[in-house]
């Protein structure tokens, strides 16, 4: 996992972090910090400030940092849901990183793939066995989703037997998301699914975030990683299948 990365990360989760602060948590010099806050800087992911740094919070992580976040238990999630998907389903993928491993192991069933996500996009075209269904839309600056009033009106058109939903946040009362951009996007995926999962990494369950996007109810069930606490998870109104990681 990259370490800027983690920083990033980090700063989303906590705000304002010391200098210090991350040189401990990382177990590497101030020196080594200030050189990563310098390009994360550059990439206007953090505010450097006197002796530390804040998050941006207005713009997300870019999906090159994102995709090395937690990535052993985004694998094992992603194996664990595309197992789930039986042979000529369509399924429906939400953007994002967690959905991409459950497009790279979509590998044994010919099935339909519809979504909005640029790299599981291509993922999906360079396979034999599988059929691309993209929606279009309105791109944003350092994502690799399509969203917007296009996207929506084109997903009302469509009918799919499996929708695959991503999330910022997991708690016991539904799904969060740290923007509100994406909440009428997603509530259409859910929409025009005969039947619903969630992946999220164990990282994802308890963090705050601000819009709430579904309740648990309508999900078959989320699928998480062993990394999660048995107890915790038994807390849940839905099944959470945990994957070993």
């Known amino acids: 996992m990259s370490r800027q990365a983690q920083i990033v ?6 705000g304002f972090q010391s200098v210090t602060e991350l040189a401990d ?8 910090v200030r050189r990563d806050l310098e390009r994360l800087e550059a990439r206007d992911l ?3 400030t006197h002796g530390g740094a804040l998050p941006i919070r207005q713009t997300d992580a870019p999906f090159d940092l994102k995709e090395t976040l937690h990535r052993r238990e985004k694998v094992a999630i992603g194996k664990a849901m595309a197992d789930r998907i039986l042979d ?18 979509l590998t044994r069933a010919r099935v339909t793939v519809v ?47 499996v929708a695959i939903i991503g999330c910022d946040t997991v708690v016991e009362d539904g799904l969060y998301s740290t923007s509100s951009y994406e909440i009428e996007l997603k509530r259409t995926m859910m929409s ?54």
């Open 115 to 161: 979504t909005n996500d640029l790299q599981i996009g291509m993922e999906i075209a360079e396979r034999q066995n599988a059929s691309l269904v993209f929606i279009g839309g309105e791109l944003l600056p350092n994502d690799v989703s399509m969203w917007g009033p296009t996207s929506v009106q084109q997903l009302q058109n469509l009918r799919v037997n």
């Open 192 to 245: 025009i699914a005969s039947e619903a999962f969630f992946v999220a990494d164990s990282s994802k369950f308890g963090r705050e975030a601000l819009f709430k996007v579904f309740d648990l109810d309508p999900f078959t069930a989320g699928i998480t990683d062993s990394r999660l606490d048995p107890m915790r998870a038994s807390a849940f109104p839905v099944p959470l299948i945990r994957a070993a990681v």
């Open 46 to 48: 953090v505010q450097r």
């Open 25 to 32: 948590a990382f177990n590497v010099t101030p020196s080594t």
């Open 88 to 105: 000529g389903q369509t399924v429906l993928l939400d953007s994002g990183t967690t959905t991409l491993e459950v497009a790279r192991h």
């Open 9 to 14: 990360e980090l700063l989303l989760e906590r």
